[in-house]
């Protein structure tokens, strides 16, 4: 067994980590401050070992014997000391050494104490990990840069890893196959999920996912579309995605700078991951994610820092330049969803328009043809939309605003809100706020939920035509006001607790599904 491995350890083999009572409390602390369960992850070893990932086709695959080596580049501002170390000693014992030039931390100005002399002290005694300061907070894209530039490297692949994470077994080989088969193929593992509440490393068939943004200009995961699934021969080719997530990747160095390493103008968080997927597809390079290589990141509901500058303003600073940079005129349909940016300075973006023209990258209009094909454009999204009222009760359908995972509620229709603004579109997704409306028990009187849209249809998908029911496809159940504050589903009965109109119809015609 490899070094540190003690069995049955809290987290060993990518378990969860149990929190005792008595830890609640102090478990609940630390979670606020890196908003995911600091308590759990102390508790896990720094060498625990992860069940292997792979597809099993993966495991007999050969690669061959002289794949470019990379430098791994970490960028952190305030993380913790488990989830940081552990992404390091995960890189360094499950990398073959020849592939592993260097391990680049980048202190994005952290004021954690243990993160300076104590780090220091403790990668001192690894020969591979340096680490570089920030003199001010810079954020993660002019943090990335930095590790880049940084030291005499020579590493010809630059392999980009978020501060939390946990590369498994054989992650890199399949990265770095690609980039040496063809130097303008940027790559992305398979990013498995690592439990914000208990550390479980969690992983489903690989394969299966792709990155997509929505019109407010934010990365979605989507599944595989039915015609990417045809191109690929094998379930362990890589997939073709439109965007990546952003912090795990794997580009050729000299291309990187080729085609303009990130926009240095963003700042803190965000936008950087669409604006580095648009423009390698826009200027003739090709963007995968490889089901062979998986790497864990704990997804986190929100960030534990601050934006020195205020998120709004930021975030839409940085969307603002990936619209105005890559998006012609499609940008319009980003400050519709965004009206409060229009106006909003930016910056200048002349810089980056010259790579657009140097490179000769192509149009938005040949992404959306070609790339993401299966997006759909605002104004042929909706059949219907609007706030959605039960008219016996003149009650309306309303989020109010909770958070994920939870149901949908009832308001008055005389009120307003952004939560009682649905949209029926043509997925026949119910979407209010980006979120779904969603069915898994079938039994009647079930609370109608809200969950993250996954563009499978299954739980998601609903029917509906004015003046009539709202159904759900896979129950056949029609969607009834219910008497307890939560429509739920029922036995469809034509009553009228069960008839909904929306707002404004656009379409007539509901697309004929068969259910
Ligand atoms: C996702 C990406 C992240 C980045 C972001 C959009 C994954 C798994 N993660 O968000 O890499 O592309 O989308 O911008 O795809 N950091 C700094 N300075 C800052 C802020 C953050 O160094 O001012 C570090 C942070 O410590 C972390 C990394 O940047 O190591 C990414 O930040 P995150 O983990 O909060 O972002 P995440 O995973 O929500
Ligand atoms: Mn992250």
């Known amino acids: 067994m490899p070094k540190g491995y003690i069995k049955d350890a809290p987290g060993e083999n990518g378990k969860a980590v149990d929190i005792p009572k008595e830890f609640l409390i102090e478990s609940k602390r630390l979670f606020e401050r890196n908003k995911f369960n600091q308590w759990a992850s102390d508790k896990i070893s720094l060498h625990r070992i992860l069940p292997d990932a792979r597809p099993k086709l993966c495991k007999d695959k050969v690669y061959p014997g002289d794949l470019p080596p990379t430098s791994v580049v970490i960028v952190f501002h305030n993380e913790a000391w488990s989830t940081l170390l552990r992404t390091i000693h995960s890189v360094l014992d499950r990398t073959a050494p020849d592939l592993l030039i260097e391990i680049i931390l980048v202190d994005d100005k952290s004021v954690v104490k243990e993160l300076h002399a104590p780090l220091d002290a403790y990668i001192a005694k690894l020969a591979k990990v340096k680490i570089i300061r920030n003199k001010k907070r810079e954020g993660l894209i002019r943090s990335r840069l930095n590790g880049k530039s940084f030291a005499a490297s020579k590493a010809p692949v630059v392999t980009f890893l978020d501060a939390h994470c946990e590369a498994n077994t054989g992650w890199l080989e399949p990265l770095l196959e690609r980039i040496y088969n063809d130097r303008s193929t940027v790559v992305c593992p398979e990013i498995d999920v690592i439990s914000d509440e208990n550390f479980a490393y969690q992983y489903g068939p690989s394969g299966l996912m792709r990155g997509i943004f929505n019109w407010d200009l934010h990365f979605r995961w989507r599944a595989v579309s039915t015609e990417e699934q045809k191109r690929r021969q094998s379930p362990i080719d890589p997939v073709r995605t439109p965007t990546m997530a952003g912090g795990l990747f794997a580009i050729n160095r000299d291309y990187f700078k080729e085609i303009g390493t990130y926009d240095e103008e963003m700042d803190i968080w965000g936008g950087e991951n669409l604006e580095i997927s648009f423009r390698i597809w826009q200027c003739g390079g090709t963007l995968e994610i490889v089901p062979c290589s998986h790497v864990g990141h704990v997804f986190r509901k929100s960030q534990p820092y601050g934006f020195p500058k205020g998120v709004v303003d930021t975030l839409g600073k940085n969307s ?11 940008k319009e349909f980003f400050y519709q969803r965004q009206p409060h940016l229009r106006g909003h300075a930016y910056g200048d973006i002349s810089k980056r328009l010259e790579i657009r023209k140097k490179l000769k990258c192509k149009s938005f209009k040949w992404y959306l043809e070609n790339i993401y094909t299966d997006a759909v454009l605002p104004n042929e999204s909706v059949i219907a939309k609007g706030k959605v009222r039960n008219p016996a ?23 307003s809100a952004m939560t009682m603004i649905i949209s ?5 997704e119910l979407v209010v706020q980006d979120i779904c409306l969603d069915v898994s028990d079938y039994n009647p009187g079930t609370k109608v939920q809200l969950y993250e849209c996954h563009g499978m249809k299954g739980n998601q998908l609903w029917m509906h035509e004015k003046d009539g029911p709202i159904r759900h496809g896979t129950s056949g159940m029609c969607l009834d006001r219910g008497s307890g504050g939560n429509p739920i589903i029922a036995v469809c009965d034509g009553g009228e607790s069960q008839k909904w109109i929306f707002e404004k119809y656009y379409l007539n015609v509901t697309p004929k599904v068969k259910i």
Do not use: H
């Open 393 to 415: 009760s003149n009650m309306c359908l309303d989020s109010l605003s909770r958070p994920k995972l939870s149901y949908i509620g009832l308001s008055p229709c005389t009120l």
């Open 320 to 330: 603002q330049r990936v619209a105005e940079v890559w998006m012609d005129g499609y």
């Open 424 to 428: 029926f579109t043509v997925r026949q």
